[in-house]
């Protein structure tokens, strides 16, 4: 049984919008911290937002003020609102769930220090087009 199931991606424009969703297996509970990442063709893998069960939301700074992420913890699914899209966004997303948080904030700026994740689904290709 695959844990995570992302959907959503597409092509869009510079500019655009799009909105991941993730559902989630029932036995992963709604205590989980989830996040999404997202790993472009030749580059690591890299943290671009992440949210507590209390809904605690966190990103990196290159998606600030973009994305939005969300959990509807009735449905078992975590959202990911893009705007704004850039060319540079492009990248297959992926949706993780994991019992240790993601990552900690270093001043204004959150990191994502956690490599081994313990649960992440097959993913969902965006494509941004200048």
């Known amino acids: 049984q695959v844990p995570l199931v992302e959907s959503g991606g597409g092509s869009v424009q510079a500019g655009g919008s799009l909105k991941l969703s993730c559902v989630a297996s029932?036995?992963?509970?709604?205590?989980?911290?989830m996040a999404w990442f997202r790993q472009a063709p030749g580059k690591e893998r890299e943290g671009v937002a992440a949210?507590?069960?209390?809904?605690?939301?966190s990103y990196t700074d290159s998606v600030k003020g973009r994305f939005t992420i969300s959990r509807d913890n009735a449905k078992n699914a975590l959202y990911l609102q893009m705007n704004s899209l850039k060319p540079g966004d492009a990248a297959t997303y992926y949706c993780a769930a994991d019992r240790q948080p993601f990552g900690a904030y270093s001043g204004t700026s959150f990191l994502f220090y956690k490599r081994s994740l313990e649960l992440w689904g097959q993913g969902t290709v965006v494509t941004v087009s200048s």
């Open positions: 029932a036995y992963i509970s709604n205590s989980y911290y």
């Open positions: 949210i507590d069960d209390d809904g605690n939301t």
